[in-house]
C-alpha cells in the first residue's frame, strides 16, 4: 500500500509540474504595440547584435515588439501619461519567444562564445545564470512584459545613468550613485508604469510586467514576424 501511495503521489506531482506551466503557439490575442502607440520607438535588441550574445536572437524574425492586448492596453495609458510630460517610450524588448531564452542558455553553456563582455564587464559568464540574471523561464514569454526607457519627443536620449540588459548593481532601480537627474528621470518612468498597473523588479530600472497579467503560467513560442 505505501508503495503505491508513493506511486501514485509521484504522478501527481508530475502532473502538477506539466500544468504548472505550459507552451502555446497560439499569438491571437497578442498584437504589435505600433498598432495601438504610434509614436514609440524601437531598438529591438535581440533582432541585431548589439546584445549581451553578440548576435540575433532566435525566433527575432523581424525589429516588432509584440503584447497581449491586455498589457498593450494599459501600456497605452503609461504612453499617453509620459506622452504629457514631453516624452515617448523607446522599447527595447516585449514578447520573448521561449526558443529566445533557450538560445541564451544555450549561449551561457558555449563558454568559447564570450559575446560581448560590455554587457556584464564584471561578472564570468556562468554567473549570469547562476546570479539569476539570465532565467530558463522569462516573464516576457507571457507576452506582459516590457523593457523600455523614455526619450524626449524630438527623440533625444534621457539619461538613466545606464543601459538595457548592463548585468550590474548600476541597473538596480535604487541604485546609490546616481546623480540627481538620473534619479529623477528614473522615477518619471517607474511612477507612470506602476500607475498603468505594472510592477517592476529590483534588478532592472527598465523592466516591467502587468500586475494581471493574462497568462501567467503560459510560456509562448511563437516567432516574432
Do not use: C
Not at 546570479?131 to 507576452?143: F, L, P
Not at 535604487?174 to 517592476?200: C, E, P, S, V, W
Not at 497579467?213 to 514576424?225: H, W
Amino acid at each position: 500500500m505505501k508503495k503505491i501511495f508513493l506511486t501514485v503521489l509521484i504522478l501527481f506531482s508530475i502532473i502538477q509540474i506539466s500544468f504548472a506551466s505550459q507552451i502555446s503557439y497560439d499569438k491571437s490575442n497578442f498584437a504589435p504595440v505600433y498598432t495601438v502607440i504610434d509614436d514609440a520607438a524601437y531598438d529591438i535588441r535581440y533582432y541585431s547584435s548589439n546584445n549581451f550574445t553578440g548576435g540575433r536572437i532566435n525566433g527575432y524574425n523581424v525589429p516588432v515588439a509584440y503584447m497581449t492586448k491586455e498589457a498593450l492596453k494599459a501600456l497605452a495609458i503609461a504612453a499617453n501619461d509620459l506622452r504629457n510630460q514631453g516624452y515617448r517610450l523607446l522599447i527595447w524588448d516585449t514578447y520573448r519567444p521561449q526558443k529566445a531564452v533557450d538560445n541564451f542558455v544555450e549561449w551561457i553553456n558555449a563558454p568559447e562564445n564570450i559575446g560581448d563582455k560590455s554587457f556584464y564587464p564584471d561578472l564570468k559568464k556562468s554567473d549570469l545564470l547562476k546570479g539569476n540574471y539570465i532565467a530558463e523561464k522569462s516573464g516576457h514569454t507571457r507576452g506582459s512584459t516590457v523593457d523600455l526607457t523614455l526619450i524626449k519627443k524630438d527623440g533625444s536620449y534621457v539619461d538613466m545613468g545606464g543601459t538595457f540588459d548592463l548585468f550590474s548593481e548600476i541597473s538596480h532601480p535604487d541604485y546609490k550613485k546616481l546623480t540627481k537627474t538620473q534619479k529623477q528621470n528614473r522615477k518619471i518612468l517607474y511612477d507612470a508604469m506602476i500607475k498603468a498597473g505594472f510592477k517592476g523588479i529590483d534588478s532592472e530600472w527598465w523592466h516591467f510586467t502587468l500586475n494581471n497579467e493574462p497568462y501567467p503560467d503560459t510560456y509562448f513560442n511563437f516567432d516574432v514576424e
